[in-house]
């Protein structure tokens, strides 16, 4: 649990008497004026390198390199080596022209200084903890280094994440296509340090809160590998056996409430179990028109970026009408996701999809993790046309010519509200990562001047 009983609110003073030097919220024990200075004053910049991926592994070598794209994607802000995968330099690439000194050491912030959007421009990690490996910053970072201020090792990490200094960040990017940064434009900016015991009891409860949100995406990732190998002992039939049921096959399979079998899987074609639904009118207010998502279905345009521009060609045009709880499904992209359920309700979406309603003798939630599942996918990729990876097609006529084992609607039943139950858990603990991420994103803008 995080506790904040200690933290009080600034608001309550008059602006003249908090002034700009004094955060919104604060530990109660802290009353100092935090002192105002410029980056360049705090951190010197240093050396990095500008190595390609090209002459990185992840195998072996003696010393390990941070590249931007790591710091944009995978790598935690306060970066801890032993939580993080680095890859190393190839052995043939020299390194004697790196200077000792551009080594880098704990308590060092590495910068991307290059992003193709303003969110991550300048996006930064801390070195909290590097267990004495050799590490260098490598292309497109810049690497800073405090100097003469007392600067508590886990409070600058934070501190840059502050939407004032993200604000000014995000001011001095440069560039069209490509954003980037420059060094002497980044010492410029201003940037407020408070006494270097309310930097740690600052950085210590923050810390408190980002281990939070790891531990609930571990329960988070768990909680959806087992529903994941549940799926696989529910449904899966290994190649070359054509048993009637997961049972029979080492599996998983439930019983009904009077301890009794379900009957056996039967097999069935798709055509069989999904109606088409073709039915082309303009959008409305009633049925608006949406985007479609891979492996998800129908969403607001605003969900893909807002880009109605893609898709909104005219008042009159007639699109494809779905309805709550249907199918859409791609002919393109098998790999990359072509069958999504509408939960959204009510809409029209482009005519180059395909709409199916579900038949009497399937059970919705049922067919919706049935369909979607990986070995489905590979069944249907047996039906592919087109040479390029990632642009595999299957017509609807052949999607509805595949041949599965499908059990009983009751059966089916069962095991929807089984896998319901999991969803429902899945979906607590994201909702949990998401009010404990505003929390600290309210956190950040509040606790720092």
Same mark, same amino acid.
């Given at each position: 649990m995080i506790k904040t009983e200690t933290l009080h609110n600034n608001t309550e003073k008059p602006c003249t008497e908090r002034g700009p030097s004094v955060p919104q919220l604060r530990f109660s024990e802290f009353d100092d004026l935090w002192r105002e200075l410029k980056y360049g004053e705090v951190f010197s910049f240093y050396s990095t390198n500008s190595l390609s991926r090209d002459s990185l592994n992840y195998e072996n070598g003696k010393v390990k390199n941070i590249h931007y794209g790591d710091i944009h994607t995978k790598f935690e802000t306060m970066f801890n080596i032993s939580n993080e995968e680095?890859?190393?330099?190839?052995?043939?690439?020299?390194?004697?022209?790196?200077?000792?000194?551009? +080594?880098?050491?704990?308590?060092?912030?590495?910068?991307?200084? $290059?992003?193709?959007?303003y969110s991550d421009i300048g996006k930064t990690i801390e070195l909290v903890c590097l267990n004495n490996e050799k590490v260098v910053a490598g292309l497109h970072t810049f690497l800073a280094r405090p100097n003469k201020y007392e600067v508590s090792i886990g409070f600058p990490g934070y501190l840059v994440q502050?939407?004032?200094?993200?604000?000014?960040?995000?001011?001095?990017?440069?560039?069209?296509?490509?954003?980037?940064?420059?060094?002497?434009?980044? $010492?410029?900016?201003?940037i407020n340090l408070p006494t270097l015991p309310e930097q740690q009891k600052i950085a210590r409860f923050l810390t408190a809160v980002d281990t939070k949100i790891r531990q609930l995406t571990q329960k988070k990732e768990l909680l959806e590998q087992y529903k994941k190998g549940v799926m696989q002992q529910l449904f899966n039939s290994p190649p070359g056996r054509g048993? /009637?049921?997961? $049972?029979?096959?080492?599996?998983?399979?439930?019983?009904?409430?009077?301890?009794?079998? +379900?009957p056996d899987w039967e097999e069935k074609r798709i055509g069989d179990v999904l109606i088409e639904r073709d039915i082309k009118k303009p959008k409305s207010e009633e049925y608006p028109l949406m985007a479609f998502m891979a492996n998800k279905g129908v969403a607001p345009k605003g969900d893909r970026y807002n880009r109605e521009f893609l898709v909104n060609d005219g008042d009159n045009k007639k699109y494809k009408q779905t309805e709550y709880g249907d199918f859409i499904y791609s002919s393109n992209n098998l790999e990359t996701g072509s069958i999504g359920l509408n939960r959204y309700g009510n809409a029209t979406i482009s005519p180059v999809y395909s709409i199916f309603e579900i038949g009497d003798s399937c059970e919705l939630e049922f067919m919706s993790n049935y369909l979607v599942r990986k070995e489905f996918i590979n069944k249907m990729i047996r039906f592919r046309q087109g040479v390029i990876y990632g642009q595999w097609r299957i017509h609807e006529s052949e999607f509805l010519k595949i041949i599965d084992k499908i059990p009983s609607?009751?059966?089916?039943?069962?095991?929807?509200?089984?896998? /319901? $139950?999991l969803d429902t858990k899945i979906e607590t603990v994201a909702d949990q990562i998401e009010k404990t991420q505003e929390f600290k994103k309210g956190l950040l803008q509040q606790m720092f001047v």
């Open positions: 680095v890859p190393f330099i190839n052995e043939d690439i020299d390194l004697s022209r790196i200077k000792e000194e551009c +080594y880098c050491k704990e308590g060092d912030l590495v910068i991307a200084d $290059a992003s193709e959007d502050s939407w004032k200094v993200r604000k000014q960040v995000m001011t001095i990017a440069q560039g069209t296509k490509v954003l980037g940064l420059a060094t002497s434009r980044l $010492a410029k900016i201003k048993t /009637s049921a997961p $049972a029979d096959r080492g599996g998983l399979r439930f019983k009904r409430d009077d301890g009794n079998d +379900y609607k009751e059966e089916q039943q069962k095991i929807a509200s089984f896998l /319901s $139950a």
